[in-house]
């Protein structure tokens, strides 16, 4: 099992579903968790699932909104330099595109691919002077193939994340800094199994996601650079989801 004690490590997205799953499993592996999420709301209820804890940290962030998230890595810093982060942000509106608002795209682009840039810049340029650190980022299996009805405009967001972080893990590879990628199929979530995603395929749980993010941190994948683990939903004739 990888063993992360002393280690510091950002999570946004904290107060999702994947967020809260992945503060969990870094906590149980030893890690200092900083868990960033935008809704006081929601981080009440990660604090309610998690419960006290000496080594998490809440904190309230925007991803799109650059002078707070500076403020945010900045206090961070100060407080011990970051090793790592799990970027789990994500947006998303269910819709053919010919019924997408303005207000729709606006949202989906600017959660999922201007905050995933905004993140992965304001985190190399503290990492790479150091040459120390792993930043995961959380994608989807829709950015590797034409997404499902209803989801074309996430898609493309999702595919842009995707080359974003590879292309940011060559840029810090040199200094021996790591970004990795997950894309998850769709995740055992209320709504998608309301929308009886599970009737037809095993979703995948958020704990087996957030297993694999944290995998992503150490263990034999210290030498990876720019890897993408993908994590599918398979389909499935057993009614049980499992075969
Ligand atoms: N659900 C799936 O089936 C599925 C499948 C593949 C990939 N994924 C990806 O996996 C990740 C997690 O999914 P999930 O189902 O756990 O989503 P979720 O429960 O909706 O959580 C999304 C998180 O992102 C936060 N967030 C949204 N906009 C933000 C912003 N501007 N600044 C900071 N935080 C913001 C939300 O905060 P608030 O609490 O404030 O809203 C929430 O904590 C996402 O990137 C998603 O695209 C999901």
Known sequence: MIDLHGRHV???????????????????????????????????????????????????????????????????????????????V?????????????????ILWQTNVHGAALLLRGLLRRMIPRRQGTVVVVASDAALRPSSPGAAF????????????????????????????????PLRTPENEAAGLAAHMRLVSTREAAAAAVSLLGGSMRASHGSVIVLPATESADPTGFR
């Not at 809440?58 to 982060?85: Q, S, W, Y």
């Not at 590879?173 to 998850?184: D, K, N, S, Y």
Request: hydrophobic letters at 45%; one cysteine or more.
């Open 10 to 88: 950002l999570v946004t997205g904290a107060s999702g579903r994947l967020g809260t799953a992945v503060c969990e499993a870094l906590l149980a592996v030893g890690a200092h968790v900083l868990a960033a999420g935008r809704t006081r709301t929601r981080l009440s209820d990660l604090r309610a699932s998690v419960g006290q804890h000496e080594r998490l940290n809440v904190v309230e962030a925007d991803v799109t909104d650059a002078p707070r998230l500076e403020a945010l890595l900045e206090a961070a810093e100060r407080r011990a330099p970051l090793d790592a982060a799990i970027h789990t």
């Open 90 to 106: 994500g947006a998303f509106r269910a819709g053919p595109l010919v019924d997408c608002s303005d207000e729709d795209l606006e």
């Open 154 to 185: 996430y898609g493309a967001c999702k595919t842009a994340v995707l080359h974003l972080a590879r292309s940011a893990a060559a840029e810090a590879a040199p200094a021996g800094v790591r970004v990795e990628v997950l894309c998850p199929g």
